[in-house]
């Protein structure tokens, strides 16, 4: 029996599945491969890639980074996070590969190994961290501590400066989490997207 496809492209952020094995091990839409110098993001309304921005600063993505489908940073992340929103986005999440990726808009199995919260003005901004599944090098890492500090800390250099601008920077890391931590966090996200998207879609 032939395998079943879809007649039209899904929707990243809508049409895509989290994957059988959420949240432990979710699918990933890669919106920006590792040092691109522009900021690309899904269009909300038609799902197309489209340029955010040229990065702003010399801090240039050190992974692919992208967002985990069907999940929204909505009121239950900010309870989590001890703010008073969230931002309104899809969960972002940061995966690590040994072997060069260097194209966006596709998908990819990724084990979740933890997180970062942030909070950019006042709004939760969780990033989470995850290893591409089956790779050699990363594939068999669980927690975000068994990460080299090294790798970790440039991720948390990126996202402390990627909307610095003279004078002001919108955005602080609170706190590094684990991988139970970030189980949380993509559960709640799930909840979210369900109570405040697909709910008020179906209405």
């Known amino acids: 029996m032939p395998p079943r496809f879809a007649a039209f492209r899904p929707h990243p952020w809508h049409g895509l599945d989290p994957g059988p094995d959420t949240p432990g091990v979710v699918t990933a839409y890669i919106e920006i491969t590792p040092y691109s110098t522009v900021k690309y993001e899904v269009d909300k309304v038609s799902g197309f890639l489209k340029v955010d921005r ?66 950019d003005k006042g709004e939760a901004d969780d990033k989470i961290v995850a290893v591409l599944e089956g790779d050699a090098v990363w594939g068999e890492v669980t927690e975000l501590d068994a990460l080299p500090p090294a790798l970790v800390a440039r991720l948390r250099h990126y996202f402390e400066t990627y909307k610095l601008e003279p004078g002001k920077n919108p955005v602080r890391i609170e706190a590094e989490y684990g991988r139970e931590r970030a189980l949380e966090v993509i559960r709640t996200s799930l909840s979210d997207y369900q109570r405040e998207i697909a709910t008020l879609a179906a209405d």
């Open 54 to 119: 040229p990065q702003r600063m010399n801090a240039l993505p050190p992974t692919l980074y992208g967002f985990v489908p069907r999940t929204y940073c909505g009121s239950g992340i900010a309870k989590l996070a001890g703010t008073d929103r969230g931002d309104g986005d899809p969960l972002d999440i940061c995966v690590l590969s040994e072997r060069t990726i260097d194209r966006a808009d596709i998908i990819l199995r990724a084990r979740v190994v933890g997180g970062l919260l942030m909070v």
